[in-house]
């Protein structure tokens, strides 16, 4: 009887461990594949001077002759579309998955080659910041880099 009651503790001791020690990084990452999936609508693409928040250049959806919508799927699909077409270039549709803090994969194909582009994501409330961290690059003498805005449908 005695060796059951400590086979007992010892399960309810594993149990208790294995609950405390899992992170809520599960759940973060599981709510951040949620937030991205559905329809987005492109507002603007926005350059910045590298190392500030200062704007240098901003390309308004409404200065466009086009409505630019992506689509996440919850089947980890991704589909472009402009003016409710889906554009028939290869990497504009394929697969994509959530990699964790932040960061999300999409996977496709050109020419028949497996292609791949990781980019950083950052959600505030109905905006999707896209491409949050691109590298800077020179352009015309200005050190920028460059991040699209997507609004919820």
Same mark, same amino acid.
């Given at each position: *009887?005695?060796?059951?009651?400590?086979?007992?503790?010892?399960?309810?001791?594993?149990?208790?461990?294995?609950?405390?020690?899992?992170?809520?990084?599960?759940?973060?990452?599981? %709510?951040?594949?949620?937030?991205?999936?559905?329809?987005?609508?492109?507002?603007?693409?926005?350059?910045?001077?590298?190392?500030?928040?200062? /704007?240098?250049?901003?390309?308004?959806?409404?200065?466009?002759?086009?409505?630019?919508?992506? /689509?996440?799927?919850?089947?980890?699909?991704?589909?472009?579309?402009?003016?409710?077409?889906? /554009?028939?270039?290869?990497?504009? *549709?394929?697969?994509?998955?959530?990699?964790?803090?932040?960061?999300?994969?999409?996977?496709?194909?050109?020419?028949? %080659?497996?292609?791949?582009?990781?980019?950083?994501?950052?959600?505030?409330?109905?905006? *999707?910041?896209?491409?949050?961290?691109?590298?800077?690059?020179?352009?015309?003498?200005?050190?920028?880099?460059?991040?699209? /805005?997507?609004?919820?449908?």
């Amino acid at each position: *009887m005695k060796t059951y009651k400590s086979l007992f503790y010892l399960i309810a001791l594993v149990f208790t461990f294995s609950f405390i020690s899992c992170s809520d990084d599960d759940s973060d990452d599981q %709510e951040a594949t949620e937030s991205i999936i559905g329809e987005w609508l492109f507002v603007s693409e926005n350059d910045y001077y590298c190392g500030t928040d200062d /704007v240098r250049t901003e390309r308004l959806a409404s200065d466009n002759d086009y409505e630019y919508t992506l /689509v996440f799927g919850s089947d980890m699909t991704y589909k472009f579309y402009i003016d409710g077409v889906l /554009v028939d270039y290869e990497d504009q *549709m394929g697969t994509w998955e959530n990699l964790g803090d932040g960061f999300y994969q999409t996977n496709y194909t050109v020419n028949g %080659e497996p292609e791949s582009e990781i980019f950083e994501v950052e959600f505030e409330g109905d905006l *999707m910041n896209l491409g949050v961290d691109d590298p800077c690059v020179d352009a015309g003498g200005d050190n920028i880099y460059t991040y699209e /805005v997507w609004t919820r449908q």
